[in-house]
């Protein structure tokens, strides 16, 4: 039976896109805003403005003071937050039903009014924080800048999704006032806003107080900047090696893959969960159950919409064994998999799997609402929500095997490799 969630969707003259999902079950309203703006986003020398802002968001606005949007809300039952992300910066909250209008009243007034409060003391506080994010978060965990490795060997530089959200310490600290005021006018506006509203609210309602309050904010028609031309998968093999105080060795094997929200994607996506996504996987029964060659083995696939997206394998490299050891493993079923293809039993456990994943995600109010945006900020379409799964399900073995022999060849892959048992070395 396909998904039905209900889905409603209005534009403001302003431009600011509003979608609403009535669930009365529970008398709880989820407030889920997505920003066209993330990482990729930036500027050379500019990193890590994204996410920044995501931060200096809640230090105060016009009518609000520092702090305040938390205890407000938090006060009337609320919880809130925020994530910063290469596609998009992501605002939510879900409060009781009668907490709805105040919830918007706040992110009005720091989505219209923010720059009345972004200060050079706040940006200092903020810059810190972040700063220290970075070092706790990055710097000083095991395998912590991996994917920071991943990204940059994977994707050339200058390239939107070559840099993290994070950010360099060097952009942070080079950071003005200007600079981030003229980055807060250029992104944060109506036309570049998705907002969703899931819960305790009618369609009617929901679009007339989201106009009272989102309504009077100005459209500013700014220059911003357009998608990148396509990549193809690499043509020979990247290779990062780190010597560090790990648990074990690791290894990070990367690939490039097609856009998000495509039937290559999807099918690629399929490749990698009956590769290494599951717990029957093939990576799992050869080198960790069989061979007992790795600790463990999880593989994943992110879609990205500026040309490109990313997936990759990791692999926990077993004390006995070594990484060349398990990398030749993980090349030769790549290679058997783009002959071959899944069997009937890898492909229904990969589509169950992904049927679960999604399932209990839309059951979730808050994650619904976050689906909500993302289609409809990133795809145009939030009732993208209900036929994804259909869209799954029609992918066929071959169409799987053959995305993986385009996209997950053995040459195409870059690898981060963390051993303690070699000297720092990078060879591209």
């Given amino acids: 039976m396909p998904l039905d969630y209900p889905v409603h969707e209005r534009t403001l003259p302003n431009g600011l896109r ?7 079950s529970v008398p709880n309203v989820t407030v889920n805003i997505w920003v066209g703006v993330g990482s990729r986003h930036e500027s050379p020398g ?10 200096l968001m809640f230090q105060g606005s016009r009518n609000v003071a520092s702090g305040e949007h938390f205890e407000a809300l938090m006060s009337q039952g609320g919880r809130l937050n925020a994530t910063t992300w290469f596609d998009r910066t992501n605002y939510f909250e879900t409060v009781p039903k009668g907490a709805l209008e105040l919830a918007l009243w706040l992110e009005a007034d720091r989505h219209g009014h923010l720059l009345d409060a ?6 200092d506080n903020q810059r810190d924080v972040v700063k220290e994010e970075k070092r706790q978060r990055y710097d000083n965990q095991p395998y912590g800048n991996a994917l920071i490795d991943v990204y940059a060997a994977t994707f050339p530089e200058g390239h939107p999704y070559h840099h993290p959200t994070i950010g360099s310490m060097e952009d942070l600290d080079a ?5 981030v005021h003229e980055f807060f006018r250029r992104h944060y506006a109506p036309d570049n806003t998705v907002l969703t509203l899931c819960g305790d609210v009618t369609p009617e309602d929901g679009f007339a107080l ?9 459209p500013r028609e700014e220059q911003r900047r357009g998608p990148v031309e396509p990549l193809v998968p690499l043509t020979e093999p990247v290779r990062v090696e780190r010597r ?4 074990n060795d690791r290894l990070h094997v990367a690939f490039r893959l097609p856009v998000d929200e495509t039937p290559e994607f999807d099918a690629v996506s399929l490749a990698l969960d009956a590769l290494g996504g599951l717990a029957s996987s093939r990576l799992v029964r050869r080198l960790v159950r ?22 990759f394998f990791v692999l926990d490299v077993a004390d006995e064994s070594d990484t060349e050891a398990v990398e030749a493993v993980l090349v030769e079923e790549l290679e058997r998999f783009a002959v071959e293809g899944p069997t009937e039993a890898e492909m229904d456990a990969a589509l169950a799997q ?11 109010q808050e994650e619904r609402a976050d689906a909500l945006s993302h289609y409809a900020s990133l795809h145009g379409d939030p009732g993208l929500v209900n036929t994804h799964l259909d869209r799954l399900r029609a992918v066929t073995p071959e169409q799987v095997r053959q995305a993986a022999s385009v996209w997950l060849r053995p040459e195409s892959r870059a690898v981060v490799a963390y051993r303690g048992d070699v000297e720092t070395e990078e060879v591209a």
């Fill in 18 to 24: 509003v979608v609403v999902s009535p669930d009365p």
């Fill in 46 to 55: 500019r990193t890590g403005f994204a996410h920044l802002f995501e931060h």
């Fill in 118 to 123: 972004v200060t050079q003391a706040n940006l």
């Fill in 175 to 179: 950071a003005s006032l200007d600079d």
């Fill in 210 to 218: 989201v106009e009272r309050y989102f309504g009077s904010i100005e």
């Fill in 244 to 247: 560090e105080e790990v648990p």
């Fill in 290 to 311: 069989k061979e007992q060659k790795a600790l463990g083995v999880h593989a994943t696939s992110w879609g990205f919409v500026d040309g490109v997206s990313l997936g």
């Fill in 354 to 364: 992904a049927e679960r994943a999604w399932l209990s995600m839309l059951a979730s």
